[in-house]
Every structure is written in structure tokens, then in C-alpha cells.
């Protein structure tokens, strides 16, 4: 592969803005690290996945949908949009089907970025935001994060948020936990926040982890729809619902502001076992009951195994935790390549700006476990 900058490279046609991009790194996978180190008892906790799988009625339902993938989707997806309105309470029409939330951050920069406006987003914050943000070509406004020792280590500051936003500010972006610090945003902090926020500015508020903040009493953002013409709130099935490989997510946001996502979404942006699952999904309320319950379970195994190791875990909203690993000077992407030797997979945050950190999903108890001896052999 030629260098893309050099004269006879048919990359040097491509937009500037994409150029310059680095792609988003995902999770290692199982099946590479078994293709690299011949490793076959593999535990993965990288990509905060659920490991309880979805709800068996979900399952069956994208089961039975697949005597029909001959046919397209449906492409207005009416049956789970009907069944998202009525489950939030909103209209039909404020409802935006994604490919997994990660679709829908496209959509929003697509739709309301280009390179004569900013966006805003906080330090720490989930590095999707930034690749759309430029790839679009407008101004990314990187706000300062909260200090290490504040109540909510890393955690979004939203007075330097705030004060981040100027006129040509058309997206600012809250993730609410965010993922990968786990940090959260109070109720009244974002309520107060939203107050503040001028009508040209429209805010994202990305709810991925909402199932389990919700034990921290993080708000419901569908519920400040009706006062906040410019907020549009993110979901999706791929965390607690555990439908992560079948990519579907959906936006609720007012109705002029879903026209516009619809004007640049995909037709048959989502497949029917999506569909069929999701709407299954969206009505079994033990899913979530199940997925909340395993990770307070988990949290409470790292809680006490993680210390005894001298590792520093940060509080948690998510299904996951944010965990210092530099002792004896590791770094966190040291011990990410000790523990793959090992058949553990975690996620470094180098790339996020903390370089001593480790992101660990939690797993089932003896997934934990299996971590915990694992980092006790890597840090020993």
C-alpha cells in the first residue's frame, strides 16, 4: 500500500477532513487473538458486552424472522418505532432508527456539521464523537474534564462545556455514563446544564449505558424531550439487551429534528432480525432487571479483588470500570498485552489520554475471577 499523501496515490482524492482521520479501534476480537497466539480458552471483557446474552423471547423472535431475509426490511421500521414511541411516551415521528446508536452520531454530524461550525465535547469523552465531528470537517471543541479527585473523576465538566459553546456551536455532545471513564452526570447538573444551552445548539445526550445508570438515579432524558425542543437523547439494544451483533439503536429528539436524520439516514438501515428483536426486546423489562443485577455483582467481586491487587478502580455508572494498572510502572497497554498472553482481553485507553488505565467489562463471576488471577500474575 502506497503512502496516501504521495502524487500517484488515489487516496490524495479523498476529503481532507477524512484523511487526516485514525479509524476507531475496536475490541480485539476472540477469533484473532486465537489466530495470533493459538489461544483458545479466551475470556473477553473489552467491549461491554452483555454476557448473559439477550432475552430468549428477543432470541426466538430473530430466529423465526429469518425465514424472511429474502424480502428488504422494512425501511421506515414502523412496528419498533411504534413500539419505542409507546414505550417512551413520545410521538412516532420523534423516533430515528439507527444501525447501533454509533449510526445515529453519524447521522447527527452528517445532518447539522460541515466546516464552518464547532462541536463540542468533553475531554474524556467516547472518541466516536470526535472521528464524526471530523470527518465532517467542522471544529471539534475539546472541553477539560473534571480532575482525578473530583467527586466524579474525569467526568464531563459542563460550566467548562458551557462556556466551550459559541454561536457557531451546533452539536455539544454528553454521554451519560460516559464510556470509558464510567462517570455520570446528576440530574440536577444536566437539567441545569440543558437550562443553559442556547436554541442554536442542539445536545446529544447518549444514554448507551442508561439500564445501569439508572441505579445512580442519572435521568431519564426522554423525559426532558417536551421542555428541550434541542436535545435528542441516544439509545441502544447492544448493551443491557445484549443484541450488540445485530447493530440497532434509535434517537428520540422533536419531530423536525428526526426529519432531518431521516433526510441522510440509509433506507433498510436496519435488518428484520433487528427489527423483530428489538420490539421482543424493548418488552421483556427482566432483561434489564437481569443485566443490572450481574453487574452490581460484578462490581462488588473487582471492588474487593481490585484494591488487593494495588489497582485503583474509579466509580462507575456503566458495565465496565475504569482501573489504574501503572503499578510498578506498567502501563495500561503493558498489561493489556501481558493479559492477552493469559486469554484475558481488556481494553487500553491509551488512546484517550490515559495511558495507566484499563477499561474491564464486567463478565460473569468466574470471568472476574479468571481477570483478577490473571492481573495478579501480570502485576506480580
Not at 429528539?253 to 428489538?278: E, G, K, W, Y
Not at 491509551?350 to 463471576?365: D, E, H, M, N, S
Request: with cysteine.
Amino acid at each position: 500500500m502506497t503512502d496516501i499523501h504521495t502524487p500517484r496515490s488515489p487516496a490524495r482524492l479523498a476529503v481532507e477532513a477524512v484523511r487526516a482521520l485514525s479509524p476507531y479501534v475496536t475490541g480485539k476480537p476472540m477469533t484473532e487473538l486465537e489466530r495470533e497466539l493459538g489461544i483458545t480458552d479466551i475470556v473477553k471483557l473489552a467491549s461491554n458486552e452483555n454476557p448473559l446474552g439477550p432475552s430468549p423471547a428477543a432470541l426466538a423472535a430473530a430466529q423465526k424472522s429469518l425465514a424472511d431475509i429474502w424480502l428488504y426490511p422494512d425501511g421506515n421500521g414502523h412496528e419498533l418505532k411504534a413500539a419505542i414511541a409507546r414505550h417512551h411516551g413520545v410521538s412516532l415521528e420523534q423516533v430515528t432508527l439507527g444501525n447501533g446508536s454509533n449510526d445515529l452520531l453519524v447521522l447527527l454530524a452528517e445532518a447539522f456539521l460541515s466546516p464552518q461550525v464547532s462541536a463540542v465535547v468533553s475531554q474524556y469523552a467516547f472518541a466516536i464523537y470526535g472521528l464524526v465531528i471530523q470527518a465532517t470537517g467542522a471544529v471539534a471543541k475539546v472541553a477539560q474534564a473534571l480532575p482525578e479527585d473530583s467527586d466524579s473523576p474525569f467526568g464531563h465538566d459542563l460550566d467548562a462545556m458551557l462556556a466551550a459553546i459559541d454561536a457557531t456551536t451546533r452539536l455539544v455532545y454528553i454521554a451519560n455514563p460516559n464510556n470509558p471513564t464510567g462517570s455520570w452526570v446528576s440530574d440536577a447538573a444536566l437539567r441545569a446544564f440543558l437550562a443553559k444551552v442556547p436554541d442554536t445548539t442542539i445536545v446529544v445526550l447518549d444514554e448507551a449505558y442508561f439500564e445501569y445508570a439508572r441505579r445512580f438515579g442519572c435521568t431519564d432524558g426522554a423525559d426532558l424531550l417536551a421542555s428541550h425542543p434541542n436535545l435528542v437523547v441516544l439509545r441502544t439494544f447492544s448493551k443491557a439487551h445484549a443484541l450488540a451483533g445485530l447493530r440497532v439503536g434509535y434517537a428520540l429528539s422533536h419531530a423536525d429534528v428526526a426529519n432531518m436524520l431521516n433526510r441522510v439516514r440509509q433506507p433498510f438501515n436496519v435488518t428484520i432480525p433487528a427489527l423483530a428483536a428489538a420490539e421482543v426486546a424493548l418488552a421483556d423489562p427482566q432483561q434489564a432487571v437481569r443485566a443490572v443485577a450481574l453487574v452490581e455483582q460484578g462490581m462488588a467481586q473487582l471492588a474487593e479483588g481490585l484494591p488487593a491487587l494495588g489497582v485503583k478502580a474509579y466509580p462507575s455508572a456503566g458495565n465496565f470500570v475504569l482501573a489504574d494498572v501503572s503499578r510498578g510502572g506498567l502501563s495500561g497497554a503493558q498489561v493489556f498485552d501481558k493479559l492477552l498472553r493469559q486469554g484475558v482481553i481488556v481494553r487500553p485507553v491509551g488512546g484517550y489520554g490515559l495511558p495507566r488505565c484499563v477499561r474491564i467489562t464486567i463478565g460473569l463471576a468466574d470471568q472476574n475471577e479468571r481477570l483478577l488471577a490473571a492481573l495478579k500474575h501480570c502485576l506480580d
